[in-house]
């Protein structure tokens, strides 16, 4: 399954073109991406290309680099006849403890005997390496590739144009073209879709197991903090604000800056303007079946709203201290590092009691289609969910939803849906 090099010309371009110059310009170049971004993809082409002109190129296995074997390569370097000029050294997913391995590239590149090019995953730190004189340093992100590189993609893997239903379901491959690869093969394995009369039909839009199992191994990859930002934001809207998550979180959204970058170059996450989305319903329901069980079951209790009649309930139970506590609690608690698995008890206790409502609600401030709004809430509807169901735009359902906040005195819909998880609510 040749994939080429759509989406990443650019970068292939910029490389290239430093190359060509020599000793002008940065010494060294760092391309980064997360699992399944195409660095390594990249790196072949690059040498490919450096063959093609009549160059030497030089490479190391991927694994750990150690000054000895480096400077045995660069000895065979300085040996060789110097009229094609510096030789890109390629070093794909390099690590190394000793500082003096960057050192040693960076005295070569002054030598202008090689070019240095590194690709490694996104957030690997390299001892020696970050501290250097960014100016000489080439850094290469690669984005996720956008739609209409993701749609040549898929016909290169299928041999055949994808329809619209295929297309839109790549979008759980977060713009990864390793993730593509893996949703084109898993889809041709458990015939999810086929190939016929030059078009690639989508014949049923489940995610096939290899999917399904990169996502929750992509979840498992991020940091803790990254991790937990990316679970909860499963119970929100489908697309949604940064404060919403900081609400939930209990903590500054500004906080939350490095965990949402995280997790939007892992895929996991896309922006959408000034919201942020997952990059596909199935994605989320993913990422959802990663969190323990315990919490999974105070955050999505089927059996919320079975009586209302409406699926798929939403529920969280607050002693003192709220939804918004407990949540912190286990994102603050578990996203230390070294820190166990379990629940901390505090958190345990404040998801699993289930308390009567306060007295003293009042409901009574409430007009009937706020308690409709709000009941719908409860049964962990979307605000897109809402309007269609009771026929009024998204705009409206949320401008309910704020002063529904306002006159019960709370902060977010999880407080909301709490507050009205029994039989004793506003009905």
Request: aromatic share 2%; with cysteine; charged share 20%.
């Amino acid at each position: 399954m040749k994939t080429g090099m759509f989406g990443r010309e650019r970068e292939y371009r910029a490389i290239s073109a430093l190359l060509r110059r020599g000793g002008e310009g940065p010494a060294q170049v760092v391309v980064e991406s997360p699992p399944g971004g195409g660095r390594s993809r990249l790196l072949e082409e690059i040498g490919a290309g450096a063959r093609a002109a009549g160059r030497t190129v030089l490479s190391l296995p991927p694994g750990p680099v150690e000054v000895s074997g480096l400077a045995r390569l660069l000895t065979s370097a300085a040996a060789r006849p110097a009229g094609d000029g510096p030789a890109p050294l390629l070093i794909d997913d390099p690590f190394w403890t000793d500082p003096a391995v960057a050192g040693t590239l960076a005295a070569a590149s002054r030598a202008a005997r090689v070019v240095p090019i590194l690709a490694r995953r996104t957030g690997t730190r390299l001892p020696g390496l970050d501290p250097l004189d960014l100016g000489r340093i080439l850094h290469v992100p690669l984005a996720p590739l956008d739609p209409a590189a993701t749609g040549a993609v898929l016909a290169a893997l299928f041999g055949a144009e994808p329809d619209p239903a295929l297309r839109e379901l790549a979008h759980v491959a977060g713009g990864l073209p390793g993730a593509l690869i893996t949703l084109a093969r898993g889809l041709r394995d458990e015939q999810l879709a086929v190939v016929a009369d030059g078009r690639a039909t989508l014949r049923d839009p489940r995610l096939p197991a290899a999917v399904r199992d990169r996502i929750r191994r992509c979840a498992g990859l991020l940091s803790p903090g990254a991790r937990h930002l990316v679970q909860v934001a499963t119970t929100l809207d489908p697309e949604f604000q940064l404060i919403d998550l900081a609400e939930l979180l209990g903590g500054p959204a500004a906080a939350l800056l490095p965990a949402v970058d995280e997790a939007l170059t892992a895929g996991l996450l896309a922006a959408r303007g000034d919201l942020l989305a997952f990059p596909h319903e199935l994605v989320r329901r993913e990422v959802a079946r990663t969190i323990p069980q315990p919490v999974r079951v105070a955050l999505h209790d089927g059996h919320a709203c079975t009586d209302r009649g409406v699926p798929g309930g939403f529920r969280v139970h607050r002693p003192a201290g709220g939804p918004r506590t407990a949540l912190a609690d286990l994102h603050r608690d578990t996203a230390r590092p070294g820190r166990a698995r379990p629940l901390p008890g505090r958190t345990r206790a404040a998801l699993d009691t289930v308390p009567a409502r306060p007295s003293g609600t009042p409901w009574s401030r409430l007009s009937d289609r706020e308690r409709e709004v709000a009941a719908l809430v409860a049964c962990g509807l979307t605000n897109q969910a809402i309007a269609t169901k009771i026929g009024l735009s998204p705009h409206t359902v949320n401008y309910h939803l704020r002063q529904i906040f306002r006159k019960l005195g709370i902060a977010s819909r999880v407080e909301l849906a709490t507050l009205i998880s029994g039989d004793d609510g506003p009905h």
